[in-house]
């Protein structure tokens, strides 16, 4: 029978990691993707010119009892991040003065199913100008 033995020092901490890691691995198949950090994705543009709404819009999501305001991703214009390493279904709503309200509803985030992280999900919402 096998008998570990503990050893303080670099070999022996080696030793225990590389079945530890050989077996983390081999349970995602090796090929897992890097995890994802916010599982919805919600680029907001200004219908007329594709771009990003001159004014800050709110982008607020829903799933269930759970909510969040969404917040910008500052090397990104436009788009919003949520849904931080949380799968669920989603209600979208997005406002903005000067903007039709917009909602899209049950937008799903899953996750992957051998490693377990967050699919992210992008979502494009065109808003139109209000008429009033």
């Known amino acids: 029978m096998f008998k570990p033995v503990l050893r303080a020092g670099a070999h022996s901490l080696r030793v225990l990691l590389v079945p530890i890691l050989t077996i ?8 897992c993707a890097a995890p994802s950090t916010h599982g919805l994705r919600i ?3 200004d219908t007329r010119t594709q771009q990003p709404l001159a004014q800050t819009p709110t982008v607020s999501i829903v799933d269930g009892s759970y909510s969040e305001i969404l917040v910008t991703d500052p090397s990104q214009p436009g788009l919003y991040l949520g849904a931080y390493r949380r799968a669920g279904t989603y209600d979208v709503r997005v406002e903005a003065p000067g903007f039709n309200s917009t909602t899209r509803n049950d937008i799903v985030v899953t996750r992957e199913r051998q490693c377990g992280y967050i ?3 992008e979502v494009t919402i065109a808003m139109s100008a209000s008429t009033q």
């Open 24 to 31: 983390w691995l081999g349970a995602c198949g090796g090929d």
């Open 43 to 45: 680029r907001v543009l």
């Open 119 to 121: 699919k992210p999900v």
